[in-house]
């Protein structure tokens, strides 16, 4: 077996121990004679491993009672659709702001939610330039509606590395953050938001289930008109289990958070990717102008480092050598091209420091 150093942008690397887990446990979950693949998601084996990822959540969010917390399908890309058609409406408006492709995305559903079921939807910021996006927008640059539903952002960009260092005052408006590609990589105070979502596949687990962290008193605002397995309340009465979830990639959400924990919860985790971001962009940095990073320095994502050769026969170069090296998705998504290294949670400091050597050895070499 070999596996490689894996910078991909999700689905990810996992922690190699959660993995071992469930090599050990797939064949037989405790003792229940089956695999957690097999069994009943209403019977007390699967039951306790739902409770016990939702309860790891809330424990290492510090979620009071006041917050929902639901596992849910469809991905991100689906709560694009799902926070405008729960929340908007005749009468109603929401901002959104955007800072990369993901954004874009969600506005766009929104606005196609609007058309269908009312409403209106406003950009209150974006910071597209051209085609490319290279920094979160300043506080004046946000031209919020007060009488807005909702405001809606995306923390991390995962294409464009565009990553906010805290979020931005949004006044009295609930803010709704798509989480996706920084989800609890620190300790996070969740008090600033009314919602979070976001796709397990980076930070926490498998693709298949999309984590959402909600206010009650917000999604006691959402609507009861639309097909029950659309409606927040409904999942949220359910405990996320109306239908069928996803039931081993929950099992193995727990794994990693179980994980997390046995590397000092959130503040060891904190650390290690503080300080793996660092170790690449230093190397960057040093590479005498040999690479260009697209994104201004206060808007650096620690979790998606995107970057740039002089030519892209360069950039072959380096994958092939990256390859050499036993490192795999570092290529750029196709839609902007370049480098991209994620370091997300499961990815190792010894891997980050690997990837820093080569990224300073080839810009010595090819310089
Ligand atoms: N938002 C962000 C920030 C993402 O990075 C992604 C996926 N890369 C999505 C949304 C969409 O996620 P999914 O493919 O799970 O729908």
Redesign the pocket.
Known sequence: MSRAMNFN??PAALPLEALERAKAELLELGSSGASVLELSHRGKEYTAVHEETIARLRKLAQLGDDWAVMLLQ?????Q?AQVPMNLLGAGKSADYVVTGV?GE??LDEAQRTAKLLGGTVRVAATTADGKAYRRVPRQDELSLDAGATYVHT?S????HGVQYASPPAVGAVPHVC?M??DFLWKPTDFSPYAMVYA?A??NIGP?GI?IIFAKKEFLARSRTDLPKILQYKVQLENDSLYNTPPTFSVYLARNVLAWIESQGGLPGIEKANREKAKLVYDALDGGKGFYTLPVERESRSTMNVVFRMPTEALEERFLAEAKKHGMIGLKGHRSVGGMRASLYNAVPVAWAKALAELISEFARANG
């Open positions: 942008a999700g469809g991905g991100a890309s689906q694009f993901w995305k969600a995306t991390n960009e995962t294409i798509d996706s590609s796709g596949q980076k693709s999309v």
